[in-house]
């Protein structure tokens, strides 16, 4: 099935910005839909952003407007750019592949059960 790496997490201040890379292992993944999900300790697993192969996007509404969702598909990676960052953004934050989607195209929502392959994680603090 491949795997996915997360990269490019850290410590920031309320109102940075960081930007998150997801390595695939083959040019495949550009055919799926991909998302980022987070999960902060305690809380459940939550979808943050998707993107289909077509380069369809959809957010969250807590991220809306503040991050972007994107594919190189020269490099075969998914970035998240992350703006205006709050202490509520904290988590790990993972990168996944729903390896059953039809054409290309993402399921409705951004529910975590409907992805096959997960990376390992990547941790993002921001600081008040």
């Given at each position: 099935q491949g795997q996915l790496v997360?990269?490019?997490?850290g410590s920031v201040q309320a109102g940075g910005s960081l930007r998150l890379s997801c390595a695939t292992s083959g040019s495949t993944y550009a055919t799926y839909?991909?998302?980022?999900?987070?999960q902060a300790p305690g809380k459940e697993r939550e979808g943050v952003a998707k993107?289909?192969?077509?380069?369809?996007?959809?957010?969250?509404?807590s991220v809306r407007g503040r991050f972007t969702i994107s594919k190189d598909n020269a490099k075969n990676?998914?970035?998240?750019?992350?703006?205006?960052?709050?202490?509520?953004?904290t988590a790990?934050?993972?990168c996944a592949?729903?390896?059953a989607s039809s054409g290309?195209?993402?399921?409705?929502?951004?529910?975590?059960?409907?992805?096959?392959?997960w990376g390992q994680g990547t941790?993002?603090?921001v600081s008040s």
């Open positions: 997360e990269s490019g997490g839909c991909m998302g980022w999900f987070r993107i289909n192969r077509y380069g369809n996007t959809y957010y969250a509404a990676t998914l970035n998240l750019l992350m703006n205006s960052l709050k202490p509520e953004d790990t934050y993972y592949a729903d390896l290309g195209y993402c399921a409705s929502g951004l529910n975590a059960a409907q992805y096959d392959l941790q993002v603090t």
